[in-house]
């Protein structure tokens, strides 16, 4: 199988600081990231998808000044979430994908809590 | 507007009998099909996928079944094993540039010993 990692894999900030996380896929090239956000009890929402080398394409509802996707390399997408308030917390998830395939391959996830 | 449904929630099986997980969709242009298992505070881990073509997928003791007709897709376990507990996410996907995928709501699997 691929391997995804993910860090931090938890992480506490402060309202109105900013928060990075990475996505990491450790043994294939990944095209194309995806950043989920999951909520309690609830199913993976997709916010974001993106293509290496190119600007991320966000899901309706997403603000795409918020949460800032950059995918510089075939190996490493972030997510970084900006000025972030209490209900940004919440599980975050990446997955990345070959190109052409249809599966994808998830992390672990990153709790934040925003305090 | 759920295009993925999982209507139960949850499943409880005794080990060693067949699990049967279940989900509809509602767009007949999706054309590929996935099984995910989650466990709490992890990534999904990829299980088992169909494509639109065929109708049955084997991969040991997991199977995936795809009616097309009644748009509803399936995943059998057997024999079930309490390693298997988890929550169970269908996904499915129509293709395109970015292949994303479409989520269900998820089924929590508990397999009791």
């Known amino acids: ?115 | 507007d759920q295009q993925v449904k999982q209507n139960s929630p949850s499943l409880s099986v005794q080990e060693g009998r067949i699990s049967i997980l279940n989900c509809d969709y509602t767009n007949s242009m999706f054309d590929y099909f996935l099984w995910y298992k989650k466990y709490p505070a992890e990534g999904p881990t990829f299980l088992i996928s169909i494509s639109s073509i065929k109708d049955k997928n084997e991969d040991g003791r997991f199977t995936v079944f795809l009616n097309k007709s009644a748009k509803h897709l399936s995943l059998h376990i057997v024999p079930s094993q309490p390693g298997d507990s988890a929550v169970y996410f269908c996904a499915v996907s129509y293709g395109g540039a970015t292949n994303k995928l479409i989520f269900g709501t998820g089924t929590l699997l508990a397999v009791q010993p």
């Open chain 1, 1 to 115: 199988g691929a391997v995804v990692s993910q860090h931090p894999s938890r992480v506490i900030c402060k309202s109105g600081t900013s928060v990075k996380i990475e996505c990491r896929s450790l043994d294939f090239q990944a095209t194309t990231m995806f950043w989920y956000r999951q909520f309690p009890k609830k199913s993976l929402m997709l916010m974001a998808t993106s293509n290496e080398g190119s600007k991320a394409t966000y899901e309706q509802g997403v603000e795409k000044d918020k949460f800032l996707i950059n995918h510089a390399s075939l190996t490493l997408s972030t997510l970084t979430v900006t000025s972030a308030h209490p209900e940004d917390s919440s599980f975050y998830i990446c997955s990345a994908q070959r190109q052409g395939a249809y599966e994808q391959y998830f992390g672990p996830g990153t709790r934040l809590t925003v305090t």
